[in-house]
């Protein structure tokens, strides 16, 4: 089976959907084709220079025409061009014919390269899968009351639930991540109900896990001396940017309070941006640069809890796996990635942070509920797993045992 996806962008150094599930559909012996543009990842976002500056200049940009082999499949990186504002691909068409896919993915159920893969398979014949990573929150239309001629809604139908639903009237099925991404694809993205069918975001289990032997702990103790971290300290750690949106400053604060209290609570903080500096202030708080996400797992390992006060992360299954309790606020939608392996705060509250962060002090509290969360992402989130489910949904799609 030939298989395409297509993603507006892709980094080496990343961990996410685009980098991982080629590299397992092709261990299932699917020949695997990712078709991307030479746009960086975030290029979209104001700040995407002084918060990935460094990081993406450890990786040499992407060259249009460029064809390699990767991991497994092959990279095709095609030039971009922006209409009504949003990138689409030149020359999509005829590197489509050129491969001949029998499936083409979109990481996406709206925008140019979902519609411009529709109208392509009414020429081509391939069949269509889309995708929808938009939680409800970063979708602000989904939690609050809107009435019929609400302003905004009226954009978003014309803009977004059209479009989406003539992608949808072609597409096979639509792979939405989480229940609430099934949601707002649903209300807001034209995708019709009976086309969804949730397959979570995966882990790297090749990578991430927990402690197994000395090595492991050797290395623990070791990048935590390196760090300043004591081994009777409780390290906290937030990856990603350092936004507004995501405020792991927040985190910092509550780690302030904590030590002023006299509790040996520590931050690390992997990542860049505009509260960067803000947390580095705060007592107890260590702040390192982004890394690549093959590195992450050590640094898992070294910490004690892994928190992320607002939007949700990829990281948190991540850290999950690798052992550590997860820390989330209470209106996150994706409650399987906290079940019986994390605890939530009061959005935004500083001290209900602290009061839970505090009910994790003792090694054994931890340790519960992280073991929870490794064995319940080996059993359920493991990419091998998710890459085998979405094989069967493209084989009964290519066989006629599916929505067309």
């Known amino acids: 089976m030939r298989i395409v996806l297509l993603v507006e962008v892709f980094s080496p150094q990343m961990g996410y959907l685009e980098n991982i599930l080629p590299r397992y559909l092709s261990r299932l012996g699917a020949d695997v084709h990712l078709i991307t543009t030479e746009l960086q990842p975030y290029y979209y976002m104001r700040d995407v220079k002084k918060t990935y500056e460094d990081f993406n200049g450890d990786s040499p940009a992407l060259k249009p025409g460029t064809i390699e082999r990767l991991d497994g499949f092959?990279?095709?990186?095609?030039?971009?061009?922006?209409?009504?504002?949003?990138?689409?691909?030149?020359?999509?068409?005829?590197?489509?014919?050129?491969?001949?896919p029998d499936i083409v993915q979109t990481e996406a159920a709206i925008g140019w390269l979902p519609l411009d893969a529709a109208i392509l398979k009414l020429q081509l014949g391939y069949k269509l899968f889309t995708g929808s990573h938009y939680h409800a929150s970063v979708f602000p239309l989904a939690n609050r009351q809107h009435h019929l001629w609400d302003p905004e809604r009226l954009r978003v139908i014309m803009t977004r639930s059209l479009p989406g639903r003539a992608v949808s009237l072609v597409a096979t099925r639509c792979f939405p991540?989480?229940?609430?991404?099934?949601?707002?694809?649903?209300?807001?993205?034209?995708?019709?109900?009976?086309k969804i069918e949730v397959c979570p975001l995966g882990v790297d289990l090749d990578l991430f896990r927990p402690i197994q032997n000395e090595g492991d702990e050797r290395e623990r103790r070791e990048l935590r001396a390196q760090l300043g971290f004591a081994d009777q300290e409780i390290v906290c750690i937030y990856t990603g940017r350092f936004s507004q949106a995501k405020n792991p400053l927040l985190l910092a604060k509550a780690i302030d309070q904590l030590a002023a209290s006299g509790e040996p609570y520590r931050g690390l903080f992997i990542g860049n941006g505009s509260q960067g500096d803000a947390i580095r202030q705060q007592r107890n708080c260590c702040v390192h640069p982004f890394v690549n996400f093959r590195e992450l797992p050590r640094f898992f390992r070294a910490a004690d809890i892994g928190v992320w006060p607002t939007?949700?992360?990829?990281?948190?299954?991540?850290?999950?796996?690798?052992?550590?309790?997860?820390?989330?606020?209470?209106?996150?939608?994706?409650?399987?990635?906290?079940?019986?392996?994390?605890?939530?705060?009061?959005?935004?509250?500083?001290?209900?942070?602290?009061?839970?962060?505090?009910?994790?002090?003792?090694?054994?509290?931890?340790?519960?509920?992280?073991?929870?969360?490794?064995?319940?992402?080996q059993r359920q989130f493991g990419w091998d797993s998710i890459a085998k489910f979405r094989l069967r949904g493209y084989e009964a799609a290519m066989n006629g045992k599916t929505q067309q």
């Open 311 to 377: 939007q949700e992360s990829m990281s948190m299954l991540d850290a999950a796996a690798s052992g550590l309790p997860i820390v989330v606020n209470d209106t996150v939608n994706a409650k399987e990635r906290i079940e019986g392996n994390g605890l939530s705060y009061r959005l935004n509250d500083c001290e209900d942070l602290v009061r839970i962060l505090t009910s994790l002090r003792t090694p054994e509290r931890r340790h519960e509920l992280g073991q929870c969360g490794a064995e319940k992402i």
């Open 74 to 100: 092959t990279l095709h990186v095609l030039e971009h061009r922006k209409t009504l504002g949003y990138v689409r691909m030149l020359g999509l068409r005829n590197k489509l014919r050129d491969i001949r």
């Open 177 to 194: 991540t989480s229940d609430d991404c099934a949601d707002v694809a649903v209300r807001f993205f034209g995708v019709q109900r009976g």
